[in-house]
């Protein structure tokens, strides 16, 4: 038998399409979450960002070591955990109107999300009241997942 040892390109080609995917893929799935806060009724609704900067150094050393974007995409899964919390907890035969949703981890966790998003942008007085709201959008609708009550949120010395 005679190996072929020439050069295939489409082997090659095949080769790099799996080492860098096509990430817009993922995207056509499902939805994907935004997380907007106000701080006063009148308030028009902000978004929190989850968005990285980067110069050009940052980025080829960003290949190998990120640790910004790995905290980022971190926090956002806070808000895609909470989400599932949410439905999960809708369809169990125990939910009710009156379910305190302050209880679960994951609101907790996301709390303290928003208050460090906050006062990295500046926006925190010590006690400041607060509502929010998780959108969910697709590429054919948007759809409010959860909208919170206003609350008050206090700084404290850890944020």
């Known amino acids: 038998m005679k190996k072929n040892k020439q050069f ?3 082997r090659f080609l095949n080769l790099i399409r799996a080492l860098f995917p096509r990430w817009s893929f993922f995207d056509r799935l499902g939805h994907t979450y935004e997380l907007h806060f106000r701080q006063t009724p009148e308030q028009v609704w902000q978004l929190v960002s989850f968005e990285q900067s980067r110069t050009w150094p940052q980025f080829f050393i960003g290949l190998i070591f990120n640790p910004t974007l790995n905290e980022a995409l971190a926090q956002f899964n806070i808000i ?6 949410l439905q999960e907890y ?4 125990t939910f009710s109107e009156n379910f305190n949703i302050s209880h679960l981890t994951t609101y907790k966790m996301l709390i ?3 208050k460090i998003k ?7 007085t010590h006690k400041s009241s607060l509502q929010f709201q998780i ?3 697709s590429s054919t609708e948007i759809l409010e997942v959860y909208c919170s009550d206003f609350f008050l949120l206090e700084s404290d010395a850890s944020t």
């Open 80 to 85: 895609e955990h909470f989400v599932q919390d």
């Open 112 to 114: 303290s999300l928003l």
């Open 118 to 124: 906050i006062n990295s942008v500046g926006k925190q």
């Open 90 to 93: 809708k369809k169990t035969e």
């Open 8 to 10: 295939q390109l489409s």
């Open 135 to 137: 959108i969910a959008r």
